[in-house]
């Protein structure tokens, strides 16, 4: 397949709260990797928030409102058939959100419901097609294309890809996983790996890919928090990796925050650096660790990408 | 028998005596480990119900106790106090009293769906753990979760404006929690974040304070959504009873009534 027969040349991008925020380097890394690979992103135009891990547990309907309102956009407003998000949790919500409008009369009613008294047109199930910015740059540039733009190998780096919970959980929702070879797989997720293989970098054999950092607990259950995400870490390092890579601001913030707050309340210092994949995919083609955000993480890996001869 | 599994009980329900002879048997010492036998009479038969009518818990009815939840649940592992498929046996044979033993930890479910993703019954167990803990605050059980709050904060914000704000949310949940906001690890965060951060995106993070992020054009939404909101906590209120039982509050408060019944 040539580079311009490839699916996702051009997809509607929906970056999310988190990315304007907290996941600010993951929103800047994502665009200059596109950039830098010639995929094109176009923003969904006013968007709002997907709902996160909150509003359902106030009523899970606003929420899948409020998912369906952003792909209403990228359809009805701007013809696109694909949104991408980086974000597990609005990835997830889109998929979940597009699920429930096929199989439940009463969300379709709720939805229908809102979006008229809203005054917007309201989506229908399969309009768009929702996919994360793993599956973007593994389909839309190909690991082949992808192998020969690498100028700078990550060659050294000992990574341990972690994808969290909501990219795989539940299966259901993602009814393109699970398809044998070439798709990604719900319980041993591998496109991360894939990526980053491409680029020089050698994955470990990291046991706790789709464990949960406690996310939603973060601040209201800080404690919990901190012991799932030291349980993270430690495996990580256990590992002998350098990194871990991440593809969701809340894992990432969570592993950054609590790392600190594991060595500042419980004594445990945790040396393993925590970077967004797009950074280390960033890197590898050329791009400086400044133009993709490193100094924006709250974890320095500077030394060590020095070291390595990264940066 | 001996119970080798003595965590799964309760300690209060454990007997051990030293020295016990029954018909001129010695069946002290490891033996003498019992469970004491108790008559349950205060079923409350709508609890599954109940909990079937709160957003998350309709699917209760499906659960075969096979376990899958509890065996693959991310807090259970850091608490074995914290068990799925108990609580929804409780809830299906209507043992409140049992189930109000547990009340202040149910709300720890972390949503990492592992129990979902194990179900063979697809009773999404998370969705039946957020509706418990829902339960328990609507019924008066226990005061608010600081999980709830959170979610609260949150979801005020995204129904106002469309979109959230990071500090804001944050600041709000300390103050509404009560806890203080410079907590030494956040500040050691904050310093290291600032440490490295150019000026200009700090003014821009701090300018997001002064202007708040917003969907433009988001009123008619934000009113369609508080609307079906209000309806949908009136027919949870419906649902638990819970008028009917402020009710009943109100007369066995009321002195004058006593004083005619006599």
Redesign the interface.
Known sequence: MSTEQRPYRKVAYYPG??L???G?AYNRSTKEVGKALGLKLDEVK????C????????????QT??SS?VMSIAANEMGHDVVMAPCNGCYHNLKKADYDLKHDDESRQ?VD??SS???HSTYEAGQVETIHALDWIKEGIGEKELRSRVKNSLKGLKVANYYG??Y????HIFPEKDQGPGSES?SQPHFMDDLLAVAGAENVDFPLKT??C????T???SD??T??VLNILRAAEAAGADVIATECPTCHSGL??HQ??AE??FGYKLEVKILYFTQLLGMALGLSPKTVGV??N?S?SMPMLKQKGIA | MPIHEEHLIRPENLKTQEDLVIDGIDVSGHWSTFIESRVVTDYNEALEEEIAAL??GEYIHRCWQCGSCTNSC??NE?NPDFNPRYWIYLIRMGMESELLRDKEIIW?C?????C??ACPRDVVPE?VM?ATA?WLELKGHTPK????????V??EQ??QT??????RI?RS??KR?GQELMQ???V??VK??VA???VT?LWK?GL?NVLR?R????A??R???Q???DE?NAEHRKALRLDELVELAKQEAKPGQQMAAE
């Open positions: 709260c988190a304007e925020g907290t600010h006013n968007w709002n928030c709902g996160a891990m909150e509003v359902k547990n106030i009523d899970p309907k606003i409102y409020l309102r709720v419901r809102i008294k809203a005054g919970c909501m795989t959980r539940p299966r719900t464990a949960c406690g996310g939603a607990h601040l209201s259950d919990t928090s012991l799932l950054e925050m600190v707050r500042k309340k100094h924006e709250v320095d | 957003p998350g991310t807090v850091v720890q972390v949503s990492c769906n592992k979902t993703y969705g957020k829902h979760s600081p999980s709830m709050v959170f979610d609260e949150f979801t995204v129904i469309g979109k959230i704000e990071e500090g944050i949940f300390f929690t030494d690890w956040l050691e965060m290291r974040l490295k951060l150019p995106l993070m997001a992020p969907t433009s054009g988001w008619g939404a009113d369609a959504i609307d079906y909101v949908k």
